[in-house]
């Protein structure tokens, strides 16, 4: 069992930033592949950003440029930087966590999420 708290999440003006935490606890085998989703109202959750447990990177194109992930390996965290933001970034976002609860059995752990929204 894993368990996903996300925090960071908040009201900021367009052009500002915020940097979201997700801190895994719990029980894995290993983990795969960290990242953060985001849902919007009348949209499909959808991928903003990923990263391997091998420190690779992967973004989505409304977001290159603007938004950085990372991970803390020590701290069993991932952070998602996002810098000059835009009213059509307001969602909730979600962390992500894809791993094997043993060799070659893979799971995905999701957080509650948290809620960005940009506006003036």
């Known amino acids: 069992q894993v368990q996903l708290v996300e925090s960071g999440g908040g009201l900021v003006q367009p052009g500002g930033s915020l940097r979201l935490s997700c801190a895994a606890s719990g029980s894995i085998f290993s983990i795969n592949a960290m990242g953060w989703y985001r849902q919007a109202p009348g949209k499909q959750r959808e991928l903003v950003a990923a990263i391997t447990s091998g420190s690779m990177t992967n973004y989505v194109d409304f977001v290159k440029g603007r938004f950085t992930i990372s991970r803390d390996v020590a701290k069993n965290t991932v952070y998602l930087q996002m810098n000059s933001l835009k009213p059509e970034d307001t969602a909730v976002y979600y962390c992500?966590?894809?791993?094997?609860?043993?060799?070659?059995?893979?799971?995905?752990?999701w957080g509650q999420g948290t809620q960005v929204t940009v506006s003036s």
């Open positions: 992500n966590l894809n791993g094997n609860v043993r060799p070659g059995v893979r799971r995905d752990y």
